[in-house]
C-alpha cells in the first residue's frame, strides 16, 4: 500500500555531515583543484602543447606528473585537511533532519518522488517492485549483455574517430526507477507513474552539442516558438494581438520522448537537412545515442516496438534536444492550421491561439492538429475554447491580458531552510531569487500580491523573516561591451556548520604565501585568477537514494573465508571480503609495533593478500609495494617481522563520475596519519590516477569470443 510521507521541508535540504564524510569531500575537492593546477603549470612552462582535440567536455583520466616548485604548497593543502577542526552545532532544524535521516535509516519501505511535485510517498519493496514491473514490461521486452557490449564497441569506434576513448566511459548500467504522477486525475485511487532510465550512453554528451547546433539553426531560420523556459512563454504572450478576440489551444503529448519512433526520426532529420548541413559522422553520432537499455533486474532491455533498436528514454544526455528538433519539424507542419508566430511547444507541452474563429472552425482546427500527431505516431490530449490556460509555471488569461504563477494540484513550495547547511551566499539570495520569479510571474503588482501569500507562507515556514516585493524590471538592458573572459581556477571546498577551521581563508593565506610576485607562477596563481567558491553536501535526497538501494537489494552480501584452517585466515573469517580498505601492523620479535601500511582492493582480499604474500617471500618482487620494501629491508637486518591485518572500512559502489570512494577512503586513512613516521605510505600517493576506472573506458571495450 502506497501512504504520504512528510517532512514539510525541502529535499534540498543539506544535514550536518559526519567528520569522516567532510574530509572525504574535502580530498577529493582538493586533488581535482592540484590536478587542475599541474596542468596549468605544465602547459605554462611549455611541457605540455594545447590540444586541437575537440573534447565534447570529457575530461582526461590521466593524472599529470608532479611540478616540483608546486610541492611546497600541495604538502600545506594536504596539512589543512589533516589539522581541519570540528565544533558542536545545536541547531533545531539540523538536530530535527539528523533524527529524520535516522528513521529513514531504520525504515523497511521504500521513499518515492512525485512526478511533478515536492511529494514523497511510502511503497512497500513489494508493491513498488510490482508497479516497476508492470512499466518496464509494458514497453519494453529482454534483451542480453552480448548486444550492449555490440554498442559499446559502436562507441569505441565512434570515440577513436574522435581520438578520445581514453575519456570516454561505456554506458551506465544503472537500475530503472520510477516517479508516481500525483497531478493526473483520478489519483490516488488510480496510480500512474513515469519510468525513468538512468542508464545512459555517454555518447549522448556529443550528440547533445551537435543537436544543439542545428536546433539553433533551425529556430533562427524557420522562427517557430521553442520555448525553453516560462520568461520566453510570457515575451511570446506579451506580444500576442487582439487577445480579447483569441482563446486558447493547449495540448500534451503523451509520453513524448518514448514514442518518438525511428521513421519520425528520420523525417526530422530530411527536414532538418534543409537549413544546415549534418555531416554522415554526425548523423552516426546521434543514431548510435539512440541505442540505448533500460536495466532492470541487473539485465538489459529494449523497447518492444520497431525493427531497429531506437530509443529516446528519458534522462538521457540529448533526450531534451531531441525533443525540440522533433518538436520543430511538428511546428513547421502545424504551420498549415495555425500561423507559426501564434503557436509553440516546450517539449511535450504545446500552446497557441486561435484568432477571429468560430467554434466549428476552432473543432475542425483541433481534429487537424490530431490528425497531424497521429501521423507521426503521436497521441495528444488537446483542449480549446480556453480564455485560461494553465502552463507550465504559469495562468494565461486573454481576458485581461494578464498572466500569474501556478501551482500543479496537490504542491506546496518548500524551499531551502535559513538554517540548512548551505554556504551563507546561497542563503542570503534566496528570498531575492524567489521574489525575482513570482513577479516576472505576475503580469502586475495587483496579481503579484494576491499570489504572493502561498510563497510567503513557505519562507516563513523555512525560517526566512524577509517579506516579498513586486521588483519587475520592464527596462531592457543597454548592451554592454565585450570583457576579456579571465581564466579562472576555481577551488570548490565542502561547506559545513561544524567546521570550525577556515578553509577559505587558510587557502587563501597559503596561496599568498607560495606564489608571491616574486614566484614564476604568480601570474597564473594569484587572487585574481584563483576563486573559492564553496560547494554543498549530500542533501536529504541522496540519503533517501541511499536508503532505496540499500531496501531494493535483494539480500545481504556475505562473503566470509575459504581457508583451510579458519585460525590462519589473515582477516578473522573475512578474507573474501572486496572493496575494502585494510591496514597491516609490521611488529619484530618482541612483538613491538614497528611500521604501518594501509592498501586497498577492489577484489576480494585474500587475492590481494596472496599477492603481498609472493612479494615478501620472492626477492624479485621486494619493489613491488612499500610494504614489501620495508620488509625486505627487515630481512636483510636478520629480523624476522610479523604482519597482522585488518580492516579498516567496507566501500560501496562503482569508481563513476571520476569520483571513487575506495581510493578517496585508502587516502582518507592515509591523510590522517600523513604526520605519522610509522607509516609507510608516502605523499605521493595522494595525486593518483585512479587504478580502478580503467576498466569502465571505452578503449578498455573488447569483442567478446
Not at 503529448?253 to 537549413?275: G, H
Request: charged share 25%; proline share 4%.
Amino acid at each position: 500500500m502506497m501512504e504520504s510521507f512528510n517532512v514539510n521541508y525541502s529535499m534540498k535540504n543539506v544535514p550536518l555531515p559526519t567528520e569522516r564524510e567532510y574530509k572525504i569531500q574535502l580530498i577529493s575537492k582538493v586533488e581535482q583543484f592540484i590536478k587542475r593546477m599541474r596542468w596549468k603549470a605544465l602547459r605554462f612552462l611549455g611541457k605540455l602543447e594545447d590540444s586541437e582535440i575537440e573534447t565534447f567536455g570529457f575530461s582526461t583520466t590521466y593524472c599529470p606528473s608532479p611540478v616540483e616548485d608546486l610541492i611546497p604548497f600541495e604538502n600545506d593543502l594536504m596539512k589543512m585537511i589533516k589539522d581541519i577542526e570540528f565544533r558542536k552545532v545545536n541547531d533545531s532544524f539540523l538536530n530535527a533532519m539528523s533524527e529524520d535521516i535516522k528513521n529513514i535509516n531504520n525504515m523497511n519501505h521504500l521513499l518515492i518522488s512525485a512526478d511533478k511535485s515536492s511529494n514523497i510517498y511510502k511503497f512497500d519493496k513489494d508493491d513498488y517492485s510490482k508497479h516497476l514491473q508492470n512499466n518496464v514490461t509494458k514497453t519494453y521486452k529482454k534483451s542480453n549483455q552480448n548486444t550492449v557490449n555490440t554498442v559499446n564497441l559502436e562507441a569505441k569506434k565512434i570515440a577513436e574517430n574522435l581520438s578520445i576513448t581514453n575519456r570516454v566511459e561505456k554506458m551506465l548500467e544503472n537500475e530503472a526507477f520510477i516517479t508516481v504522477k500525483d497531478h493526473k486525475e483520478g489519483f490516488p485511487h488510480r496510480l500512474s507513474f513515469r519510468l525513468l532510465n538512468p542508464s545512459k550512453s555517454n555518447m549522448g554528451k556529443i550528440s547533445k552539442c551537435i543537436l544543439d547546433k542545428i536546433n539553433s539553426a533551425i529556430i533562427s531560420q524557420t522562427k517557430v516558438n521553442q520555448w525553453k523556459n516560462s520568461k520566453s512563454v510570457i515575451n511570446w504572450y506579451d506580444n500576442l494581438p487582439e487577445k480579447h478576440n483569441s482563446s486558447f489551444i493547449c495540448f500534451d503529448v503523451e509520453n513524448f520522448y518514448p514514442s518518438i519512433s525511428k521513421q519520425l526520426f528520420d523525417n526530422t532529420i530530411s527536414f532538418a537537412k534543409q537549413y544546415i548541413n549534418i555531416p554522415d559522422q554526425d548523423l552516426e553520432i546521434i543514431l548510435h545515442s539512440r541505442k540505448t537499455f533500460l536495466f532492470y533486474s541487473e539485465e538489459p532491455w529494449v523497447k518492444k516496438t520497431g525493427e531497429e533498436q531506437f530509443d529516446v528514454p528519458m534522462g538521457c544526455y540529448d533526450g531534451a534536444e531531441v525533443c525540440e528538433i522533433v518538436g520543430a519539424y511538428l511546428l513547421n507542419q502545424l504551420s498549415s492550421i495555425i500561423d507559426k508566430r501564434y503557436i509553440g511547444l516546450y517539449r511535450d507541452d504545446g500552446l497557441g491561439v486561435l484568432c477571429n474563429m468560430s467554434g466549428p472552425e476552432m473543432e475542425r482546427a483541433k481534429k487537424a492538429i490530431t490528425r497531424i500527431f497521429k501521423d507521426n505516431g503521436l497521441s495528444i490530449t488537446i483542449e480549446t475554447h480556453l480564455k485560461s490556460v494553465d502552463f507550465l509555471d504559469l495562468t494565461l488569461n486573454l481576458t485581461d491580458s494578464s498572466y500569474r504563477p501556478y501551482q500543479k494540484p496537490n504542491s506546496v513550495p518548500l524551499y531551502v531552510h535559513k538554517n540548512s547547511n548551505h554556504p551563507s551566499t546561497i542563503i542570503k539570495h534566496l528570498p531575492k531569487s524567489i521574489e525575482k520569479r513570482i513577479s516576472e510571474a505576475s503580469s502586475n503588482e495587483q496579481i503579484f500580491k494576491s499570489a504572493i501569500p502561498t510563497y510567503q507562507q513557505s519562507l516563513k515556514l523555512s525560517g526566512y523573516d524577509e517579506n516579498l516585493t513586486y521588483t519587475k524590471n520592464n527596462q531592457t538592458s543597454e548592451k554592454t561591451a565585450a570583457k576579456r573572459k579571465r581564466n579562472i581556477l576555481w577551488f570548490n571546498p565542502p561547506f559545513s556548520k561544524s567546521v570550525k577551521t577556515n578553509v577559505g581563508k587558510i587557502f587563501l593565506r597559503l596561496l599568498k604565501k607560495h606564489f608571491p610576485p616574486t614566484n614564476k607562477f604568480s601570474k597564473i596563481f594569484n587572487r585574481n585568477n584563483v576563486k573559492i567558491s564553496y560547494s554543498c553536501m549530500r542533501n536529504i535526497k541522496s540519503y533517501i537514494d541511499s536508503h532505496n538501494k540499500k531496501i531494493l537489494k535483494s539480500e545481504k552480501e556475505t562473503f566470509g573465508c575459504n581457508c583451510r584452517t579458519k585460525s590462519d585466515c589473515p582477516l578473522s573469517g573475512e578474507c573474501l571480503t572486496p572493496k575494502i580498505v585494510y591496514e597491516a601492523c609490521i611488529t619484530n620479535n618482541s612483538n613491538n609495533e614497528i611500521k604501518t601500511y594501509i592498501g586497498l582492493t577492489e577484489r576480494a582480499f585474500k587475492e590481494r593478500f596472496n599477492n603481498h604474500t609472493k612479494d615478501c617471500k620472492h626477492i624479485k618482487y621486494k619493489n613491488s609495494t612499500e610494504l614489501a620494501k620495508y620488509i625486505w629491508s627487515l630481512k636483510e637486518n636478520g629480523i624476522t617481522p610479523r604482519i597482522t591485518w585488518r580492516i579498516l572500512s567496507k566501500v560501496h559502489g562503482e569508481p563513476r563520475n571520476k569520483c571513487c570512494k575506495l581510493c578517496l577512503m585508502e587516502k582518507y586513512f592515509i591523510i590522517s596519519q600523513i604526520d605519522n613516521n610509522n607509516l609507510l605510505n608516502k605523499r605521493s600517493e595522494f595525486i593518483t590516477k585512479c587504478r580502478h576506472i580503467n576498466k569502465f573506458l571505452l578503449n578498455n571495450v573488447k569483442k567478446k569470443r
